[in-house]
């Protein structure tokens, strides 16, 4: 019995002297609200379960220049009657230390219409919320670097988290044009 308490004793200490474990600092939007402020008339939004194809795969390596962290991506899809309103992709990136998880909506062009961080898990660089930051994507499309440093200002005191959300918004934007607007053909046989 006292070894039970002791041994409870010194695990309560334990835990109480290691550090915390980082938490959400803070959660801007949960996915139901993104899509609801991404596509406030569409009839309906649906998604696109999407598992990657080594062909796939590949492509968006080569384009993306690292290999993608998911072998599977869910991209929604805003539509009223027939007509494709836009697209959106959520996903997290890293941050310094925890990943961001961050939406971006894109035209029926698969253009960056808006970038939102839904949540933020870092102590410091959450500058990267402020719209004029936010605003830079606007626009960026398959053909843009959308690298941090040359075509998107990056944030003093927020520089990991700019860069971050530069590579999670060009991810987003090659995602949907190699995975829904222009999807490689399968290779004859």
Known sequence: M??????????????????SVASA?????????ILREF????EKV???KVQLTPAQAESLRARLG???????????VAMTG????????????????????FGVKLSPEGKVERQEVMVYREKYGEEITDPRFRAQ????????PIRAGRDVDVISGATISSRSMAVGVRRAVALVDELVLHPAKPAEG
């Open 66 to 76: 690292y290999k993608p962290a998911k072998s599977e991506y869910v991209i929604f």
């Open 2 to 19: 006292r070894r039970s308490l002791l041994f409870l004793l010194l695990a309560v200490g334990l835990l109480t002297t290691l550090p």
């Open 82 to 101: 027939e007509k494709v309103d836009g697209y959106a992709v959520i996903d997290d990136e890293r941050g310094q230390h925890e990943p961001i998880t």
């Open 46 to 48: 649906t998604y696109r």
């Open 25 to 33: 600092s803070a959660t801007y939007f949960t996915t139901a609200q």
């Open 39 to 42: 596509f406030p008339s569409s």
């Open 137 to 144: 994507f606007v626009g960026k499309g398959p053909k843009d």
